[in-house]
């Protein structure tokens, strides 16, 4: 069985270049930063506990992350479990007519490296940025307890769940899909930090 894994930042952006037109191909997704582990990713999660898949897309290296430490044990735990990691805009997968192929891994550290030194300097310049508005006293930083921290403590099971919202799944299966009480949700609802896609 073969599954593409998709992985955007935030739940505004498109999602079609990374999925396939082939219906057989399973996707699964997540909508979280980078620099969040790949087995602490529910769509990733899931991707690995189904024991059918045999080859996993993507579309390039930094869906799988930023963090060149946790791109190579994903790439390990792909390869003890013989699973066939094809990289599309790389043009190469990790097994070749069932061997393994020695470039690979090579080109992976390598790709991988650069995917997070460009994390690095995102927050650096984002760094120098606050530094800046901070001078000006322009930035007073975030209050305690503000919505937006609650955003960044919660940012992927946020985003998660409003990925579910616009697919058409109501509270109950995301409840459940979660392990996340309804009040909880519709706490989420009320402060607007998700919305159902009919409104």
């Known amino acids: 069985m073969k599954a593409v ?3 955007i930042s935030t739940a505004n952006q498109n999602l079609e270049r990374q999925l396939k037109k082939d ?10 930063s980078g620099s969040v582990l790949f087995n ?7 991707m690995m506990k189904n024991k059918k898949i045999t080859e996993i897309q993507v579309k390039e290296i930094s869906r799988l992350g930023r963090n060149l430490k946790d791109i190579l044990n994903t790439i390990e ?11 599309e805009n790389l043009g190469f997968s990790l097994f070749i007519d069932g061997k393994e192929n020695p470039i690979a ?10 995917s997070e030194h460009e994390r690095n300097m995102i927050n650096e310049r984002t760094q120098e940025g606050r ?18 921290d609650l955003m960044l ?46 409104n």
């Open 5 to 7: 894994y998709v992985r």
């Open 23 to 32: 219906k057989s191909i399973k996707p699964y997704i997540d909508i979280c």
């Open 77 to 87: 735990y792909f390869k003890e479990n013989k699973i066939n990691l094809k990289i």
């Open 131 to 148: 530094n800046i508005a901070k001078a000006k006293g322009k930035f007073k930083g975030r209050k305690r307890g503000a919505t937006s």
């Open 40 to 46: 602490k990713r529910p769509g990733a999660i899931a």
């Open 105 to 114: 891994l090579l080109i992976v550290s390598m790709f991988g490296a650069i």
């Open 153 to 198: 403590k919660n940012e992927m099971l946020i985003t998660a769940m409003q990925s579910k919202l616009n697919e058409g799944w109501n509270i109950s299966r995301i409840s459940d899909f979660y392990h996340v009480s309804r009040p909880r949700i519709y706490s989420y609802l009320k402060k607007g930090l998700i919305a159902r896609s009919d």
